[in-house]
């Protein structure tokens, strides 16, 4: 069994919603809980994503190396167009997605590890490609969340890195020697099947700062785990950036390309920001049916994580049955997860239907 699948079959039982999105009424249990969402009845009834639009209603990705400023550009540009900022999705992505008050443990986290990859990064045990997979599957939630929150809300957002350009840490690991030729393939195989569904983003932004600096602020960082990063691993991502994923997006999303000087200067990349048409790639293309179908897509959020399973063996994400048996009862046995949210009397919950 594939091992990305493990942690999506949870939320089934768990009601995988934003904290606080749910609330809970005294009634009489009768049916399975359910969630106010969007839907047929909407559309029909006149519900429509256009008209919410505005002249900053986009998705922009911010994109660079390890250490290149991206989060601190992001944070001011969301501030001064009035967009929403989402900081880049980590391993724990999921469960800030599902309101969890802490981590849960790497077993329910895709089973790998940031820390160890660049302790190990040729781990015999498989868990640098266990990494890359779990975090393209991250950022693809993220991007769903984005968009939804865009056609939800018109309110434009600005990301850092995208499920379109996770290519670039996957083509450094291979490079580098750190997976094998078959994590490559199968890689391509999911990214095939799944980023399809989605549009790229409006605008792409480019920090642009030699791997030679990069390893250098990640010395200064003082994080352990990011003391001895490979000079070359940083070369590779890179690499990838300027000669795959820059020339290939250029053709769909706008794209603009600053220094690490350049990007200080806020005021002068929202000018350019406002000085772009807009006027090529998918988005152009829309309209209030497309958005219908698109809306439906991304609030189903084990509809996008199925997008990054196939029935595929390899031995670093495939797990056996029994493995997978001990850690779903594993999963069942933490508090509050035996039942959906607000049903388990072991963190405090009140049986409602008693009320």
């Known amino acids: 069994m594939a091992l990305t699948v493990v942690r999506f079959l949870f939320p089934a039982r768990t009601t995988a919603v934003r904290a ?4 809970q009424k005294a009634s009489v249990h009768t049916s399975p809980g359910r969630r106010l969402e969007y839907g047929w009845w909407a559309y029909i009834l006149g519900e429509r994503t256009t008209p919410r639009f505005n002249q900053f209603s986009k998705i922009i990705t911010i994109d660079g190396n390890l250490a290149s400023g991206k989060g ?19 391993t724990f992505y999921l469960d800030r997605m599902t309101g969890e008050k802490e981590p849960l443990p790497r077993d329910f986290n895709g089973m790998c590890s940031l820390e160890k990859f660049y302790a190990d990064p040729k781990a015999a045990d498989g868990n640098s490609y266990r990494l890359q997979l779990w975090m393209y599957t991250m950022r693809l939630l993220q991007y769903s969340d984005a968009v939804e929150h865009l056609l939800t809300t018109g309110q434009g957002v600005i990301l850092e890195r995208s499920p379109f350009s996770d290519m670039v840490f996957l083509d450094a690991m291979f490079n580098q020697g750190y997976i094998r030729k078959e994590c490559v393939n199968h890689y391509n195989q999911i990214k095939t099947i799944s980023i399809c569904e989605f549009l790229p983003p409006h605008l792409v932004l480019y920090v642009d700062q030699p791997a030679e600096e990069v390893q250098k602020k990640l010395k200064q960082s003082g994080k352990p785990h990011l003391q001895n990063v490979s000079l070359q691993y940083l070369k590779s991502i890179e690499d990838s950036y300027k000669k795959s994923f820059l020339p290939s997006v250029r053709e769909t999303s706008e794209l603009l390309v600053y220094d690490t000087t350049q990007v200080q200067d806020a005021e002068r990349v929202v000018e350019d920001i406002e000085y772009l048409k807009f006027d090529k790639g998918p988005w152009l293309e829309q ?4 958005y219908h179908h698109m809306r439906k897509l991304v609030q189903d959020k084990e509809r996008v994580g199925s997008l990054t399973h196939i029935p595929v063996f390899l031995p670093e994400i495939t797990i056996g049955a029994h493995d997978y048996d001990q850690k779903y009862y594993a999963y069942r046995a933490l508090p509050g997860k035996n039942y959906a949210r607000g049903y388990n009397a072991d963190v405090g919950d009140k049986y409602v239907w008693l009320k």
Not at 81 to 89: D, H, K, N, S, V
Not at 287 to 290: E, L, R
């Open 20 to 23: 606080g999105s749910v609330v």
């Open 72 to 90: 601190a550009l992001a944070q001011k540009l969301a501030d001064k167009l009035g967009m929403l900022y989402m900081p880049e999705a980590d």
């Open 287 to 290: 309209d209030d049916v497309t």
